[in-house]
């Protein structure tokens, strides 16, 4: 059996990311397997999901997959590289042989050309940055050096985040499968071609019109937000004063360092120290250089204690949710690394496992503080939480 990987976040899951997984099977062939691996209740541009991963998951299966599993959380709170790093390695662990991925181009070969030419300036040593350049943008400037149409790829954020899976694929026998997105581009800010970005999605639900997302996303899917919607599960908003009481905390506790050498420490903590709530410390700490996604990731890895040097390769596979054909996936999936479908066995698993296990539960006891429902909130949901059979 063929063994597609597929790599996303789901925050929601709409008829573009349902197009993928078809696209996918098309072009792989009806039998094949295909599993995601997923961010969990926090995302990669520093932020926290709409909804709980477990939803989320579900939403994906009932829209084409067969398996998800939670990244990491420090992959999922990580640079482009370190996010496409994280996810690769855990296909790699379950037995993948293709990524697929959708991105502003389809040319796979092309893709592969700028990863090969990334390699090679990230090779180089770093240089100074010009004043207001952020590192990406510095990078697509030593690529445009090279070869302008492999760094014309960098301007469009899937392509980004493709060139980097390309990148990581480059140690594991898995090949890598582009497929052109369709309608709205990403971050986009109305529909188009029938499709709406995740993001348009969740200024819809984030401002009440949950009804308005309904057109723009599988039946399925939509009837799981709005349920989670009713039962105060759903949407999610950051809980901005306990956010800056931990930010506080780890300031004065010499622990808001993310070990950058470029003066984005320093500005993280004066920004903390000075701000009134925590969107304002977002706000006085980001600049051209330093662009709000790498502040506000920053600062969840500091507000979660994850270390600058956590490791983004899986220590453990944590199952969300899968159908039938993903539960045979997971009888035969090599066993390099223990698998989670019960959180409350995780206090069986090896010490050395321990503090990510429990890194795991405190980010999932945060996120239930950002539901509407009071209720929700009380500690413990790591524990409580269930993978999502669907037949």
């Known amino acids: 059996m063929r063994i597609c990987g597929v790599i996303a976040e789901y925050n929601p899951f709409h008829l573009g990311h349902a197009h993928h997984l078809a696209e996918t099977r098309r072009i ?215 956010l800056l009481a931990l930010l506080r905390d780890r300031l004065y506790h010499g622990l808001l360092l993310t070990g950058s050498a470029d003066g984005f420490d320093q500005r993280l903590q004066k920004a903390v120290y000075r701000a009134r709530d925590y969107e304002e410390a977002v706000a006085l700490a980001q600049t051209r250089r330093f662009p709000a996604a790498r502040v506000r990731r920053a600062y969840l890895r500091a507000a979660l204690s994850i270390p600058a040097n956590a490791p983004v390769a899986p220590a453990y596979l944590r199952v969300l949710a899968l159908g039938p054909r993903g539960r045979a996936l997971l009888r035969r999936a090599p066993k390099a690394l223990p698998v989670i479908v019960k959180p409350v066995s995780e206090k069986r698993l090896p010490e050395a496992l321990q503090p990510a296990l429990r890194r795991d539960a405190f980010a999932d006891d945060l996120f239930a503080l950002t539901l509407p429902d009071p209720a929700a909130r009380a500690g413990g949901s790591h524990f409580r939480g269930t993978l999502r059979y669907v037949p």
């Open 28 to 242: 792989c062939g009806a039998e094949t397997a295909i599993i995601a691996v997923m961010s969990g209740n926090f995302v990669q541009r520093g932020s926290f999901a709409l909804l709980d991963k477990y939803t989320r998951a579900e939403m994906a299966v009932r829209g084409g997959a067969d398996l998800v599993v939670e990244l990491p959380l420090a992959a999922a709170l990580c640079s482009a590289e370190g996010f496409a790093r994280g996810a690769v390695a855990t296909l790699a662990a379950l037995g993948c042989d293709t990524l697929s991925f959708g991105s502003e181009t389809a040319d796979t070969d092309l893709l592969c050309h700028a990863a090969r030419l990334l390699d090679t300036v990230d090779a180089q040593p770093a240089p100074t940055l010009p004043r207001g350049l952020s590192y990406a943008a510095a990078r697509q400037k030593a690529l445009e050096r090279i070869d302008p149409a492999a760094a014309v790829l960098l301007s469009a954020p899937n392509n980004t985040l493709a060139v980097e899976y390309c990148r990581a694929l480059a140690d594991t026998p898995m090949r890598p499968l582009a497929i052109a997105r369709r309608g709205a581009g990403h971050g986009a800010a109305a529909p188009a071609e029938g499709f709406a970005s995740a993001s348009y999605l969740r200024g819809l639900a984030y401002a009440g019109k949950l009804a308005a997302c309904a057109p723009y996303m599988p039946l399925d899917a939509y009837r799981l937000l709005a349920d989670s919607a009713a039962r105060g599960l759903a949407p999610a908003a950051a809980p901005k004063g306990a």
